[in-house]
């Protein structure tokens, strides 16, 4: 590897399709709504709480899975929220954007490649094995491994770490305030995945991994 440049991806909604994360975790939530017998709509009550919690969580770090023990206890008093069927339904139903593997596969061996997530440790490697995508990272920084979620500079500051230390960063990510902001708040050049063309303080928006090829050659990143 001759450049001292390096990729930085977010996972959720960034390598895979908002489509598969959500139908990941509506048929978990499908699941607990028909074991606990409970009439209502599920999906928008834990989604809209579980939002406000990681925001929370920015401050008072837990992991996803906590947070989602949380939600379920404080809305339907539930204490049994079937995990090892969380992490099964994200591994039968997740699903990659379409152009990733053609991406990534022309990266590998010419730029340090680095996940960036906040997910948990145990949900990351079981979805990547599932995704059988592991192998295209030189390292793997997980919110759990540092204790904090982006934006938080602790995560992004480890990435650097394990990447060691690249002159030259390029950032991407879906979310705005924890991909997009926490990475222009280091200085990185940014790339929102972003379907609906919303909003951005991103340098440069994309629909898919093809748009990203174009943006790393103009950089002159390979």
């Given at each position: 590897m001759a450049n001292n440049s390096?990729?930085?991806l977010d996972f959720s909604n960034t390598i895979t399709t908002v489509e598969s994360e959500n139908e990941s975790i509506g048929?978990?939530?499908?699941?607990?709504?028909?074991?606990?017998?409970?009439?209502?709509?599920?999906?928008?009550?834990?989604?809209?709480?579980?939002?406000?919690k990681l925001v929370d969580r920015e401050k008072r770090f837990r992991t996803f899975m906590e947070i989602n023990k949380e939600?379920?206890?404080?809305?339907?008093?539930i204490s049994e929220i079937?995990?090892?069927?969380?992490?099964?339904?994200?591994?039968?139903?997740?699903?990659?954007?379409?152009?990733?593997?053609?991406f990534?596969?022309?990266?590998?061996?010419?730029?340090?490649?680095?996940?960036?997530t906040d997910a948990d440790n145990v949900y990351t490697q079981r979805t990547l094995a599932a995704l059988k995508i592991a192998q295209y990272f030189d390292s793997i920084v997980t919110a759990e491994?540092?204790?904090?979620?982006?934006?938080?500079?602790?995560?992004?500051?480890?990435?650097?770490?394990?990447?060691?230390h690249p002159s030259?960063?390029?950032?991407i990510g879906d979310s705005e305030r924890?991909?997009?902001?926490?990475?222009?708040?280091?200085?990185?050049?940014?790339?929102?995945?972003?379907?609906?063309s919303s909003p951005t303080i991103a340098d440069e928006i994309v629909h898919n991994f093809s748009q990203v090829t174009e943006i790393i050659k103009r950089r002159h990143l390979l």
């Open positions: 390096a990729i930085l048929k978990w939530l499908d699941l607990i709504k028909e074991r606990y017998n409970i009439k209502e709509d599920v999906n928008s009550r834990f989604k809209a709480m579980r939002l406000e939600v379920l206890s404080e809305i339907y008093g079937f995990e090892e069927e969380y992490y099964a339904s994200h591994e039968k139903n997740l699903r990659l954007r379409s152009d990733f593997i053609p990534i596969t022309q990266m590998v061996g010419k730029i340090k490649i680095i996940m960036v491994n540092v204790g904090a979620p982006k934006p938080n500079h602790k995560i992004f500051n480890e990435a650097l770490n394990v990447a060691q030259k960063v390029l950032f924890r991909d997009i902001e926490g990475a222009k708040s280091m200085k990185f050049f940014t790339v929102k995945m972003d379907d609906d």
